[in-house]
């Protein structure tokens, strides 16, 4: 069993950055691919990003390609999202998720353990 917790959210204007972290429990960390999914009210959830179980392989949705970057510690159980650019249609709830997998997947119904989520709005 696999226990995520992100970090907390915030409000941030256009243009600004945040960085988002989720603490992964159990032993077995370094050997399952992260990803990051959002979801913003009344829309299906969206694959954000995702990183291979070293980290030697990244993914990203479209729509964050260039403004966010994903990145793991692998010592400290912890993957994290950098978001730089930060745009409006930006604000969702954010999920951390861990796949029983090594590579980095695109694909939300390959996850098998999700955290809680955590707000993130951006003003304009």
């Known amino acids: 069993q696999v226990q995520l917790v992100e970090s907390e959210g915030g409000l941030v204007q256009a243009g600004g950055s945040l960085r988002l972290s989720c603490a992964a429990s159990?032993?077995?960390?370094?050997?399952?691919?992260m990803g990051w999914f959002r979801q913003a009210p009344g829309k299906e959830r969206e694959f954000v990003a995702a990183i291979s179980w070293s980290g030697g392989s990244r993914n990203y949705g479209d729509s964050v390609k260039g403004r966010f970057t994903i990145s793991r510690d692998n010592a400290k159980n912890t993957v994290y999202l950098q978001m730089n650019s930060l745009k409006p249609e930006d604000t969702a709830v954010y999920y951390c998720?861990?796949?029983?997998?090594?590579?980095?997947?695109?694909?939300?119904?390959?996850?098998?353990?999700w955290g809680q989520g955590t707000q993130v709005t951006v003003s304009s």
């Open positions: 998720a861990a796949a029983v997998r090594m590579d980095a997947t695109t694909n939300s119904g390959r996850y098998d353990y």
């Open positions: 159990g032993r077995t960390f370094s050997s399952k691919a």
